[in-house]
């Protein structure tokens, strides 16, 4: 059982930043490799970014590679999402989820526990 909660979500303006948080509890925090989803009203959850367990490896969605940074603080039991150049269209609710999969899943049913969201709203 892992119990995930998202923070960090708010109102920026194009091109500002933003840097999501991700706090897990329960299980060991290394025994799972972690990602980012959103999912914008209408449209179905998609995949963002992810982690491996010790964060060598990352994945990231072709719509936000070289603006976003995921990143983990196993000390901490926190992974990040770090926007940069935020564009309209990366309005969504933020989702942070966990999976216990070898590679890194951009598949949303693939992930076994999910935070609640956080909304990110990017103003044009």
């Known amino acids: 059982q892992v119990h995930l909660v998202e923070s960090g979500g708010g109102l920026v303006q194009a091109g500002g930043s933003l840097r999501l948080s991700c706090v897990a509890s329960?299980?060991?925090?290394?025994?799972?490799?972690m990602g980012w989803f959103r999912q914008a009203p209408g449209k179905e959850r998609e995949f963002v970014a992810a982690?491996?367990?010790?964060?060598?490896?990352?994945n990231y969605a072709d719509s936000v590679k070289g603006r976003f940074t995921i990143s983990r603080d196993n000390a901490k039991n926190t992974v990040y999402l770090q926007m940069n150049s935020l564009k309209p269209e990366d309005a969504a609710v933020y989702y942070c989820?966990?999976?216990?999969?070898?590679?890194?899943?951009?598949?949303?049913?693939?992930?076994?526990?999910w935070g609640q969201g956080t909304q990110v709203t990017v103003s044009s």
């Open positions: 329960g299980r060991p925090f290394s025994n799972y490799n």
């Open positions: 982690i491996s367990r010790s964060g060598g490896r990352t």
């Open positions: 989820a966990a999976t216990g999969a070898v590679l890194l899943i951009t598949i949303s049913t693939r992930y076994d526990y």
